[in-house]
């Protein structure tokens, strides 16, 4: 019997994306001294991860004056930012549990292939899931099914009814999956409304916890 597929974003979905970018700037102003709203502004001006990180890091430079290139800035966060995120422990066995009762499960997540493969590794997701997909790795971002498609392989799974897409991002993640033939679960964190998904959460345990009674 082919197990049904259920495929996750990663930032603000899985991990907290958002809360790991709140220590890091604070981490950043810090140590360089930035002064007193520093931090502030390299939260807004991140757009709660919406604006390219190339682009992000170029406004970082010119405003603080600071003499690295845009790229050796980018390269320092990447190599950082796993360092700091965390996904809670009932998340990482709630996913032990998906798999316990049949479903192939997956990443599927836009971004540099350092930096997420980081935050995959170093929360303990890597040894919960079946397989992942990494737009920096793969050439292809959501919501493009190719990405989608990638993933399903990786665990041994294909796209196709009975399948699942589950994250936050109401055109990569819900309206990508859609196009990818999957059902969808909206991660709702307040950013937005009206969202055209099967179901609406407000947290990703809730969103395993309603995969496992539908199986």
Not at 53 to 60: I, P, Y
Request: a negative charge.
């Amino acid at each position: 019997m082919t197990r049904p597929l259920a495929l996750f974003d990663l930032d603000n979905t899985l991990i907290d994306r958002l809360a790991a970018f709140e220590l890091w700037a604070a981490e950043f102003a810090a140590e360089r001294g930035l002064g007193e709203g520093a931090a502030a502004w390299l939260v807004e001006a991140d757009a709660d991860g919406s604006r390219p990180m190339d682009a992000f890091f170029g406004l970082v430079r010119d405003r603080f004056g600071l003499a690295e290139p845009a790229g050796e800035l980018w390269a320092a966060y990447r190599a950082r930012l796993p360092h700091l995120v965390h996904c809670p422990g009932e998340v990482l066995d709630g996913l032990d549990r998906l798999r316990a009762a049949g479903w192939a499960v997956g990443i599927a997540t836009n971004g540099m292939a350092d930096n997420q493969t980081g935050k995959i590794e170093r929360t303990g997701l890597a040894t919960r899931v079946d397989g992942w997909a990494i737009s920096g790795a793969e050439g292809v971002r959501k919501p493009d099914v190719r990405l989608f498609e990638i993933a399903a392989r990786r665990c041994g799974a294909s796209l196709g009814p009975g399948g699942w897409v589950i994250g936050d991002d109401p055109e990569k993640d819900i309206a990508g999956g859609r196009r990818a033939g999957l059902r969808t679960i909206w991660i709702d964190r307040g950013v937005t409304g009206g969202v055209a998904a099967d179901h609406t959460v407000t947290d990703v345990l809730s969103a395993i916890e309603l995969l496992i009674q539908l199986n």
